[in-house]
């Protein structure tokens, strides 16, 4: 009689594990449904390259959409021929040809691009020479992000990404002006 409730305890305890379990892999179905969702009202995380490369915008990255830098942030501007011509700027710009104007692009170098999409991460890696300094740094796209820059009230959208510079991984964002 004490086997057999030992063994309907176990039994019950292995059907109720069973079913949280279950419960836990719909509920992770579920929520990255909703993240694709919310992927699809700003930019698809799928289609980087072409985000990047058509845009004759400035991208942004920094460790946050209002991060604060006496140094400035750095923009970056991307061409189809697989290029990224890196700049420091002090504050976000409507657009490219506005910091062209205001006097504010600070050329630092041109960096080979490459991009790698596997299912749904991609990758950026960027090879060249900074400031006459080789350099090798890469970046991984997590999701998509809109906010508006406090300081200058300008909206924004891009991707937070995770910035690889010599096995230093920090997390960041890298956005556009989108008004």
Not at 80 to 101: E, R, W
Not at 148 to 161: D, E, F, P, Q
Request: charged content about 20%; proline content about 1%.
């Amino acid at each position: 009689m004490k086997k057999s409730r030992i063994f309907a305890t176990v039994l019950s305890l292995v059907a109720v594990m069973a079913i949280g379990l279950a419960g836990c892999s719909q509920k992770a179905k579920s929520g990255s449904n909703q993240q694709a969702s919310f992927a699809n009202k700003t930019t698809k995380k799928s289609d980087v390259k072409t985000t990047l490369t058509s845009s004759k915008q400035l991208w942004y990255v920094a460790g946050s959409v209002n991060a604060k830098s006496n140094s400035g942030l750095e923009a970056y501007s991307f061409d189809a021929n697989g290029k990224a011509t890196v700049y420091n700027v002090d504050k976000y710009y409507k657009s490219l040809s506005a910091a062209k104007k205001a006097g504010a692009l600070n050329k630092s170098g041109v960096l080979n691009t490459t991009f790698t999409t596997k299912g749904d991460n991609t990758v950026i890696k960027f090879k060249g020479k900074l400031s006459d300094i080789p350099m090798t740094q890469k970046f991984t796209v997590k999701k998509t992000l809109t906010a508006t820059n406090k300081a200058s009230k300008l909206k924004v959208a891009g991707y937070h990404i995770a910035r690889d510079v010599d096995n230093d991984v920090t997390q960041a964002t890298m956005v556009k002006v989108t008004d």
